[in-house]
């Protein structure tokens, strides 16, 4: 989180992470084509020549002022393929929260689990672990014939017990609950942290 | 590690004299300051200029990132100081001010590169004290019982079919 006093904008970082062809940049492609355009930046998108993403996916909003203060979520999306590690971590730097996209193909699961164990390597690093951090399941392709049961995924995913949706992103199922939901529990983590500080300097 | 991070507006006011003076020194088209995390700090843009800050602010993080990182993989104990991209009509210049935040400069490509690193010298001398100042890091509340409830009620309205 950054506070910008002087502009009296607070920025927050919401990262959609999770394996290769998942749906991240579908639910950032349907957020951008469903947000009142004057609150929305343009969507970036750095892809290779085989419209897979090789950086980074980032879009930001705004919803205006909230109470004198204007709330700013740049969200960005990680290129899943194994081998770009390193840029998933890079994208991670300063993140605030995380919607990890899950693909719900039955012969996905380790890849997902995979991507999910990827992911705290990446969180330990900056100092924040899975249980202590505000981040949601997205069950995607809901639509597809070989999908596994929720009761299955939450099993094999969900440990933490966070909240969590099902989607058909690229018709826009689901995404708008799971960017709202997050957005949620940003809030309420950074409320929790000054609190926690308030306390310890008392 | 530190949870967030603030800038106080004597502070921006300081950063935004430092860059307001660097843009017209130089006629230049913009200078801005990013941090790791590809947000926009402060900004200047000459007044003929409309691009967004925005969307450069992530790319130009992310890709100095990048060369962070080739240059960890040569071996290289120390942050890549500075970053040239060349174009047909507007160069873009960064360098590094503290390790998770630097300057970013577009200038036509008839101003000459060395005054561009002379000026841009100069002011990081100037900014880093600036960016020391951590005392907007401290505060106790930002949101109050209300802050949610609002947010979601702007959320719905955003969401166009919602």
């Known amino acids: ?202 | 590690m530190q949870y967030s991070k603030g800038m106080s507006e004597n502070q921006y006011n300081q950063i935004l004299s430092c860059l307001t003076k660097l843009i017209q020194k130089l006629r230049l088209n913009a200078v801005f300051l990013v941090d790791g995390a590809g947000r926009i700090l402060a900004e200047k843009l000459s007044e003929s200029e409309k691009f967004d800050t925005t969307i450069l602010a992530p790319l130009a993080s992310g890709s100095y990132s990048a060369a962070n990182e080739m240059a960890r993989q040569l071996g290289e104990k120390s942050n890549v100081k500075m970053m040239l991209y060349e174009n047909d009509n507007k160069n873009v210049f960064i360098s590094s001010v503290t390790s998770d935040v630097f300057l970013v400069i577009v200038f036509e490509t008839g101003v000459a590169l060395g005054m561009v690193r002379l000026f841009a010298k100069r002011t990081l001398l100037q900014l880093q004290p600036i960016l020391l100042d951590d005392s907007a890091n401290q505060f106790d509340e930002l949101f109050d019982q209300h802050f949610q409830g609002l947010l979601n009620e702007k959320l719905n309205q955003s969401f166009l079919d919602e």
């Open chain 1, 1 to 202: 989180m950054f506070i910008h006093w002087a502009l009296k904008e607070i920025h927050l970082k919401i990262v959609y992470y999770g394996p290769a062809l998942c749906g991240k940049t579908a639910n950032l492609e349907y957020i951008h084509s469903r947000i009142d355009p004057s609150l929305k930046s343009d969507l970036v998108t750095l892809k290779t020549r085989e419209d897979r993403t090789i950086f980074f996916d980032f879009l930001q909003l705004e919803v205006g002022y909230i109470e004198n203060k204007k709330p700013k979520f740049n969200i960005y999306t990680v290129p899943g393929q194994v081998n770009y590690n390193h840029t998933r971590k890079v994208v991670l730097n300063g993140v605030d929260g995380i919607v990890f996209v899950a693909d719900s193909q039955r012969e996905m699961m380790d890849a997902n689990l995979d991507t999910l164990l990827d992911l705290e390597k990446h969180l330990i690093a900056e100092g924040k672990t899975l249980e202590d951090f505000p981040w949601v399941l997205q069950y995607n392709k809901r639509d597809l014939p070989n999908i596994e049961s929720i009761r299955e995924i939450e099993t094999k995913l969900n440990f933490f017990n966070v909240p969590h949706f099902e989607a058909i992103a690229t018709q826009g199922k689901g995404v708008f609950p799971t960017v709202k939901e997050v957005v949620k529990l940003v809030v309420s983590n950074v409320q929790r942290h000054l609190e926690d500080g308030k306390r310890m300097r008392a």
